[in-house]
């Protein structure tokens, strides 16, 4: 008998997560009192890809 090869490439699960818009944000520590426009925002970058969304608080 011969060995079966896999010719897929694995997917790494970040890429995966983070392309099916399962982010795990974390806030950025760097800035933590930015203000825009008067109002006080908090920065997140997502752990896995490095993308970054603010939020108003």
Avoid: Y
Wanted: charged share 30%.
């Amino acid at each position: 008998m011969a060995d079966i090869l896999r010719f897929e490439k694995p997917q790494k699960p970040s890429q995966t997560l983070c392309r099916n818009g399962h982010h795990k944000w974390r806030p950025v520590n760097s800035d933590p009192f930015a203000v825009h426009r008067g109002e006080l925002i908090t920065r997140f970058r997502c752990a896995r890809c490095g993308k970054e969304k603010t939020k108003a608080t």
